[in-house]
């Protein structure tokens, strides 16, 4: 019997990438397609040489590339990436590329480039992990995946989300212990 196609957007990869077309972090969805790293380089090779030239700064685009639909944003030398297969809505890619880039300019206090975004890596790889899990989209509201990277809801005593990344908690939190056992 046939598998019915599933009514649920999914996506086959989150990709990020430097200015110069080299992996900073890429989440693989699908079991079936890229399953080596010398078949994901490729793709993420081919894939950047096709997009470094356009001006995806303002608006994400979309193209057609390589029978899949990929939509597309870039943030100062960071460049984002939403691939899915042609089936899929753009408009809800283009939302699920929207929460990975406005969560990692919350989390990252505005200041995405790759550096920060290497010193924060973490922070951008659970976001990723809240936007999608298994290729299914669970969430593309930028503040909630901000608010559940640094573990934190709306009225936990804790401060608003730009006081402090779950980073800087856990330095502060190491800083503390060690004046407490140097006593």
């Avoid at 206090?109 to 790889?125: A, P, T």
């Avoid at 573990?151 to 936990?156: A, C, E, W």
């Amino acid at each position: 019997m046939p598998e019915a196609k599933s009514c649920m957007p999914k996506v086959k990869a989150m990709i990020v990438l430097d200015n110069e077309g080299k992996r900073i972090t890429v989440k693989y969805y699908a079991k079936d397609w890229a399953t080596s790293v010398k078949e994901q380089s490729n793709f993420e090779r081919s894939l950047f040489a096709k997009t470094a030239r356009t001006n995806a700064r303002g608006e994400a685009e979309i193209i057609m590339f390589d029978n899949f639909v990929v939509v597309y944003k870039f943030i100062s030398d960071v460049y984002f990436y939403v691939v899915s297969s042609v089936d899929e809505n753009e408009i809800v890619l283009a939302q699920v590329l929207q929460a990975l880039t406005e969560s990692s300019q919350i989390l990252l206090r505005s200041s995405v480039d790759k550096r920060s975004v290497l010193e924060n890596l973490d922070l951008i790889l659970i976001a990723m992990d809240e936007i999608i899990d298994g290729g299914i989209i669970f969430e593309t509201d930028s503040q909630q995946v901000a608010s559940r990277v640094t573990m934190r809801g709306k009225d936990d005593g804790f401060g608003n989300l730009s006081d402090q990344t779950l980073s800087q908690a856990f330095a502060s939190a190491k800083e503390q212990f060690s004046k407490h056992m140097l006593r």
